[in-house]
């Protein structure tokens, strides 16, 4: 069955420094597409980043990398220059997309909390 | 371009009463998906709609829920005879259905309390 494992309930950085959120999947799918997704506060879902299970290079937008480790079934998030405004949670998500359905699986997310 | 609009944005039923979640999805998107968050989890799988189709509702609990996607109109999540357990925020999302990236656009969620 596919799963996603995030591992860290909660993580602490400081202001401008990057920090790394885990993620390990689980499928036999060959092909099979990773999210990551920040809600804050406020509650809703807004997404980060993608990576398709045949990229070649790691997806990068803006301040957010995925380091993405395909042997090891890992996709962890990286903030870079992390801001107050980080602070939220976070949820990796596995796109399962197959004939009878179309599906997100979610992992239990971490909290990260940015501080001055 | 309005993306995935829910309403309400909160309601709160009395145990026993009937709830109803819209849900209006991006322009030219015609695959509907609902997921339910319980406080301090990730969200769960419910429901995978089309034009006047269900197409995987294996998260859907078996008796007081449904989902139906009209040909007009927006998809609604209908949930009977509420319970406290049904407290909840239940999020929409829509898509192209082609597995393109940028199709799959979540709206902010209705968050349901039981009393």
């Known amino acids: 069955a596919q799963k996603i494992t995030q591992t860290q309930p909660g993580m602490f950085v400081q202001e401008k420094e990057a920090v790394t959120l885990d993620c390990t999947y689980d499928?036999?799918?060959?092909?099979?597409?990773l999210f990551w997704y920040k809600q804050p506060s406020s509650g809703e879902m807004i997404f980060l980043i993608y990576?398709?299970?045949?990229?070649?290079q790691n997806a990068t937008e803006g301040r957010y990398s995925l380091n993405f480790q395909k042997a090891r079934k890992s996709a962890n998030l990286v903030i870079s220059a992390s801001q107050l405004g980080d602070s939220a949670m976070y949820f990796c998500?596995?796109?399962?997309?197959?004939?009878?359905?179309?599906?997100?699986?979610f992992g239990t997310g971490t909290r990260l909390q940015v501080f001055p | 371009n309005a993306g995935v609009m829910q309403n309400p944005r909160h309601l709160v039923r009395r145990r026993g009463q009937e709830a109803r979640l819209r849900c209006s999805p991006m322009?030219?998107?015609?695959?509907v998906y609902w997921y339910r968050q319980l406080p301090e989890e990730g969200l769960k799988f419910m429901v995978y709609?089309?034009?006047?189709?269900?197409?995987?509702e294996s998260g859907m609990p078996k008796e007081r829920f449904s989902a139906e996607f009209p040909k007009e109109g927006p998809s609604i999540l209908r949930i009977q005879q509420v319970v406290r357990g049904d407290s909840a925020a239940y999020f929409c999302?829509?898509?192209?259905?082609?597995?393109?990236?940028?199709?799959?656009?979540f709206g902010s969620g209705t968050r349901l309390t039981v009393v």
């Open positions: 999302a829509s898509s192209l259905g082609t597995g393109s990236i940028d199709g799959y656009t």
């Open positions: 499928t036999s799918d060959q092909s099979y597409g």
């Open positions: 990576q398709g299970s045949y990229d070649e």
């Open positions: 998500a596995m796109r399962e997309m197959r004939q009878g359905t179309d599906k997100l699986i």
């Open positions: 322009k030219g998107h015609s695959h």
């Open positions: 709609l089309q034009k006047e189709n269900i197409i995987d």
